[in-house]
């Protein structure tokens, strides 16, 4: 008896996803649930598990290939025995200090015609590092690889050193992240307004509550709970904010599901806060520190990431003073927080603002 690996539901408005990594090879024994398989999709990354204990058959579609949902990923052969994975290769211990270290050679230009030895040499081509103007402290006038090594991080130019390209595939995550906002660029009337606002109270509570407030809640005190509930308040205030258009109806939400971007080294995703305005400031602060976790390890679910009702984004993380951030479709408006600063100027005296 054969089991299917397939493709599962992606969740809300996903129907493509890449693989990933496979986690098995063809012939290798695999346990019923054990994760075969991972895919990424523009939202999340999500792993597909065996169906059935056995020995991995085939695999149909390799890792980089496209899918769909309810595409035949390969075959699993019930109850047969597999081999063993192989076991990941053990890393080489460290070379021991020794006590006392010899002593190092002093540098002289490298000899013309001196016979490099062959990993200097590799060392060289790939680099294309000029040999005649690295200092050598090897016998006879010849390089050493740490030579060549010095020379890179003290920046020896290379002729082609600066028109070196580098091709690397972007993930499926960055390429609908990069398609999403130039469609947004294109399709909605954006209007940018900028405002300076005064954070001096701010600033004296959080200094004057935050151990407090972390000692009773086990959480950081930030300045994102204030800003999600400054925003709930500005959207119970003007309902067509927190408002989307669809054909030609306005749906007015009654709810407040605030997105809040966070930077991976995947790229940027946008978790939800859920019923904002039913939180606490140390439970938004929580709920954050949490989202923000799971997308740094790559583990946000599809339900972390659909049904935002409006954005906020902390570009003051990054030092930024002033930048238009893009709307999130189909919500309607998002709200950029950048760098909160002491003001220079004497008649404001030690207020605080955030640009």
């Known amino acids: 008896m ?94 021991k200090t020794e006590a006392h270290k010899p002593a190092i050679p002093h540098p002289q230009a490298a000899k013309p015609g001196a016979q490099n030895p062959p990993s200097v040499r590799k060392l060289l081509e790939e680099t294309n590092l000029p040999a005649a103007s690295i200092p050598a402290t090897g016998k006879d006038g010849r390089l050493t690889k740490g030579d060549v090594l010095g020379a890179m991080v003290a920046g020896v130019s290379s002729p082609s050193a600066a028109r070196r390209e580098e091709r690397v595939k972007m993930s499926k995550l960055r390429q609908v992240i990069a398609r999403r906002l130039k469609e947004s660029q294109n399709t909605a009337a954006i209007l940018t307004t900028f405002n300076e606002i005064d954070m001096s109270n701010i600033m004296a509570l959080r200094n004057e509550y935050k151990d407090a407030f972390e000692k009773k809640h086990g959480t950081r005190m930030g300045f994102m709970s204030l800003f999600v509930k400054a ?113 220079r100027s004497p008649s404001r005296g030690r207020s605080w603002c955030a640009r």
Do not use: C
């Open 2 to 95: 054969a089991g299917e690996i397939v493709v599962p539901s992606l969740g809300e408005s996903v129907s493509e996803a890449t693989v990933a990594k496979w986690f098995k090879k063809v012939g290798e024994a695999v346990s019923q649930d054990e994760p075969l398989v991972e895919l990424e999709t523009d939202k999340v990354t999500m792993e597909v598990n065996a169906p059935v204990g056995g020995k991995l058959k085939e695999i149909k579609i390799p890792e980089g290939k496209s899918v769909s949902v309810g595409t035949l990923l390969g075959m699993i052969e019930a109850g047969a025995a597999g081999t063993k994975s192989a076991p990941a290769p053990a890393k080489a211990e460290a070379p």
């Open 231 to 343: 925003a709930v308040q500005a959207l119970k205030e003007i309902p067509a904010v927190n408002a989307q258009i669809e054909g030609d109806e306005l749906i007015y939400k009654n709810y407040y599901d605030i997105g809040v971007a966070v930077g991976t080294e995947q790229g940027l995703v946008v978790p939800v806060v859920r019923n904002a305005d039913q939180l606490s400031l140390a439970d938004i602060e929580k709920e954050i520190a949490r989202l923000a976790g799971k997308a740094r390890d790559g583990s946000l679910s599809m339900d972390d990431l659909t049904g935002g009702t409006f954005t906020i984004s902390n570009g003051g993380v990054y030092g930024s003073l002033m930048a238009t951030p893009i709307i999130n479709p189909p919500q309607s408006g998002i709200l950029g927080m950048h760098k909160v600063e002491e003001p």
